[in-house]
């Protein structure tokens, strides 16, 4: 009975966890698809794929996208061989001062991006002028102090990555290197080099990700060439589009695509190995019979599964035309707009006429009592002329089922039934 | 068979700060010899292999390989090929391209490389096993394959550093006897570190006995057991039976010792310190659980020792007594399993009998441990 009770909570922190983890991500990959002009899952529209060509028609985000590449491979390559040259000397140093070594080198991943921003637009400024150069050199090029900064950081996470290998070699492999004739490049290109592939990978991944996703220090340093976080950023303060869902929704795509493959790929070594193992020395020279890539291996199978949604998904998109479904849904605006319309003139007429009939009763005295609409403190502000551009989008919220009665007052005209003419005319 | 490369060590130090590692050794490894330096963990003969190889300078004193001084020259340019303790076979090689590493290093043609490996694993019987990883075969692959790799770097003296120590039993006595034979066939000068003193008897031409930094002695392995110069040399190797006491009486090559706790027992005096004892000195007497044999009772002399059995055991090849003679002394005794019966004497006091050849005093010093 408790027990039961534990495992069900289990699952349901489980689920709880996981729709915090995924549901943003899940929320903003349906908005890409919603042909609603603001990023929005609900209410749905209409399935589009426009998002998509919007966003590859847009020339900033392209340029983004450029520039965070550029500037990505760069910082793989600074980092990655800082990282290593750090990682190779935090094992060659005098023991007594590795830990102090260790801090400094780490250091930069605890300093705020920010201050990491400012310091090498500073540091590098104060050189370029110290070689008496112009505003134009290569010293205060966007992309080279974006790669500098960001790499000032970013070499530390390498280093970490790359130290964590290192603790794994054996020195003895290098003198055996030597013992056998190789000089010390030799022993550094042919063996420790090949050991550390692997953590040169995964750094380089890392490495390009923190580079790619990088706002803060990028945003001093950029220069003439914003990499696509900035565009995003720059974006979000003039207003968003789905355009942007669809961007992140490519990425996310990309993310699991590698990570499927990354998976499969290492699923694949191990029933390779596995398989090696088990074959004795005949049947290893003899006829080698690996097992499929799929055996074993769920992640291969998601894999293509994935790879085959992606196929089909993209050849809909390409025949696919919601054009008829926008009219559609624009109609049914249109004339559920009107409809409420109607129903407020109505109604306004019918206090009208209510009105006057008071007035009429209650005589002149009255008069010069203020009206309760259009009256507010906030001006024209709110004036229904204002509403105009705002779009049809709006107008089926805005003119829910309020009244225009005296309590409305504080909001002005918006919800003044005439608002809604202009827009619905 | 070619004379082969020596290899000197002159006056050799080797200091750590202020840790000395090795005090003073002097070896003259003759060419073709398969030289064992025999010693616990911790006494230095791990640095001495280091040295030779080059991975380590000596504080002072000279290195020579083949009459050439080696000081100043790296680990790469010596005639010196290393076996490593753990092997250092490079993980992510095949074992054809392990063994032909040092081929690479020169700039030899795959396809050369690849008929020299096929020829070194043939030798190493593990033919059809060249595009293995290292990690795919067993212990006693790898091992093999450690040795193939050495030879192909053509060196002039193999550095082994107790190479055998992973292997399990059976597999360490079939490489002894491999060992020797590859060692044979290429003529080449062996030098092996162990602490194991049957690899280093059942192998070696010569043995060099270390102790905390210091060669005890060197000398061919039956002598090293059958007339151990100090008392670490003759606790070192094999058991023995260690009687202490004072030199009574010198007659010769014999001596009487006053032992502490058995009387007086007369033995022959070591090789090595002979005419160099004289009466008074505190000396040690040893005696091999082999060399003692069951006397009739009664019988008295200096080369009996009566003693009371607490236990006994069969340990296959020989039956195991052990006793307490006077004062609480151990002494343990094997008989040679023969198919004879073999009749309990435990809690029996029995008499002891040793030959006057079989016992052997030598100064008293240090002990190895247990």
């Known amino acids: 009975m408790n027990t039961s009770f534990l495992r069900v909570s289990v699952w349901v922190y489980l689920a709880i966890f996981f729709a915090y983890l995924l549901g943003p991500l899940v929320i903003m990959s349906v908005t890409a698809f919603n042909s609603s002009e603001f990023p929005r899952a609900t209410p749905w529209e209409c399935l589009t794929f426009d998002w998509f060509s919007a966003l590859f028609q847009d ?127 030799q022993a550094f290109r042919k063996i420790l080099l090949p050991f550390m592939r692997p953590a040169i990978a995964s750094a380089a991944v890392l490495a390009f990700l923190a580079s790619f996703e990088n706002y803060n220090t990028t945003t001093f340093t950029f220069g003439e060439y914003p990499t696509l976080t900035i565009e995003l950023a720059q974006k979000v303060r003039y207003g968003i589009t789905p355009a942007i869902s669809a961007l992140a929704f490519i990425i996310v795509v990309l993310t699991v695509f590698f990570a499927l493959l990354n998976e499969a790929g290492i699923k694949r070594k191990e029933v390779v190995a596995a398989a090696r193992r088990q074959a004795t020395v005949g049947e290893m020279t003899g006829k080698v019979r690996l097992p499929g890539f799929f055996t074993g291996n769920a992640a291969a199978v998601v894999l293509v599964v994935f790879a085959i949604a992606t196929i089909s998904v993209v050849g809909t998109a390409t025949v696919y035309s919601p054009a008829q479904c926008i009219a559609d849904v624009k109609e049914q605006k249109r004339l559920e707009a009107e409809k409420r319309i109607q129903e407020l003139r109505k109604k306004r007429e019918e206090q009208r006429k209510q009105r ?70 | ?159 082994l550093d107790e190479p055998l120590s992973a292997l399990d039993l059976k597999l360490r006595q079939h490489m002894r006897t491999e060992l020797r034979e590859i060692q044979k066939r290429v003529g080449i000068t062996f030098i092996y570190i162990t602490h194991d003193q049957g690899e280093a008897l059942t192998m070696s031409d010569d043995i060099a006995v270390m102790r905390a930094g210091v060669i005890d002695q060197i000398a061919d392995g039956k002598t090293i057991y059958n007339d151990p110069s100090t008392a670490f040399a003759a606790s070192f190797v094999g058991e023995n039976n260690v009687f202490r006491g004072k030199v009574k009486q010198v007659m010769g090559s014999e001596a009487l010792i006053t032992t502490n706790r058995s009387g007086d027992l007369v033995a022959r005096i070591s090789t090595a310190n002979q005419g160099k004892m004289k009466e008074g000195d505190e000396a040690m007497m040893f ?39 006077e004062g609480g002394k151990e002494i343990k005794v094997s008989i040679p399993n023969l198919g004879q019966s073999f009749e309990s004497h435990t809690g029996q006091a029995i008499t002891l009998e040793y030959e006057t050849r079989n016992a052997v005093i030598v100064p008293a010093g240090e002990l190895a441990a247990e």
Request: net charge negative; glycine share 12%.
């Open chain 1, 59 to 185: 020339q900033r985000i392209l340029n983004g996208i450029k520039n965070s590449l550029i500037i990505g491979l760069g910082t793989v390559v600074l980092s990655v061989a800082m990282g290593l040259a750090g990682a190779l000397m935090l094992t060659q140093i005098w023991p007594k001062l590795r830990a102090t070594y260790y801090t400094i080198i780490i250091a930069p991943i605890l300093i705020p991006g920010v201050v990491l921003g400012i310091s090498t637009l500073v540091f590098w400024d104060r050189i370029n002028r110290f070689l008496g150069l112009g505003a134009d050199s290569f010293l205060s090029n966007g992309i080279f102090l974006t790669v500098i900064g960001q790499s000032t950081f970013i070499a530390s996470y390498c280093m970490l990555v790359l130290v964590a290998r290192l603790q794994r070699y054996d020195v003895a492999l290098t003198e055996a290197a030597l013992d056998l004739g190789a000089t010390h490049a």
């Open chain 1, 356 to 425: 006057e009939a008071e007035q009429a009763e209650q005589g002149e005295a009255q008069q010069s009592a203020p009206k309760p609409s259009n009256n507010s403190g906030f001006g024209n502000v709110f004036a229904p002329n204002t509403l105009s551009g705002e779009g049809e989008d709006d107008a089926p919220e805005t003119d829910t089922d309020e009244q225009p009665s005296g309590g409305n007052g504080g909001f002005g005209g918006a919800f003044d039934p005439n608002s809604l003419q202009s827009p619905s005319d």
């Open chain 2, 1 to 159: 068979m070619s004379a082969g490369v020596g290899v000197d060590l002159e006056n050799l130090w080797i200091r750590f700060g202020d840790f000395v590692a090795v005090r003073d050794a002097n070896v003259n490894i003759n060419g073709g010899d398969f030289f064992s330096f025999l010693g616990p963990s911790g006494c230095g003969k791990t640095t001495i292999l280091r040295a030779v190889s080059g991975f380590l300078e000596p504080s002072e004193g000279n290195v020579l390989i083949g009459g050439n001084n080696m000081k100043g020259i790296g680990p790469n340019k010596r005639p010196t090929a290393l076996i490593f303790q753990n092997l250092a076979l490079f993980p992510l090689m095949k074992v054809w391209e392990n063994i032909t590493f040092s081929m690479e290093i020169k700039g030899a043609s795959s396809a050369e490389r690849r008929k020299r490996a096929d020829e070194l694993l043939d030798m190493i019987a593990l033919p059809d096993q060249g595009d293995k990883l290292p990690s795919e075969l067993s212990g006693g692959q790898r091992q093999r394959v450690a040795i193939a790799r050495a030879l192909c770097a053509e060196p002039d003296v193999l550095l």
């Open chain 2, 287 to 325: 005696i091999r659980p082999e060399a003692f044999a069951i006397a009739p009772d009664g019988a008295t002399g200096d080369h009996f020792v009566t003693a009371s059995v607490t236990h006994e055991e069969f340990e296959g090849n020989v039956f195991n007594i052990f006793t307490e003679g």
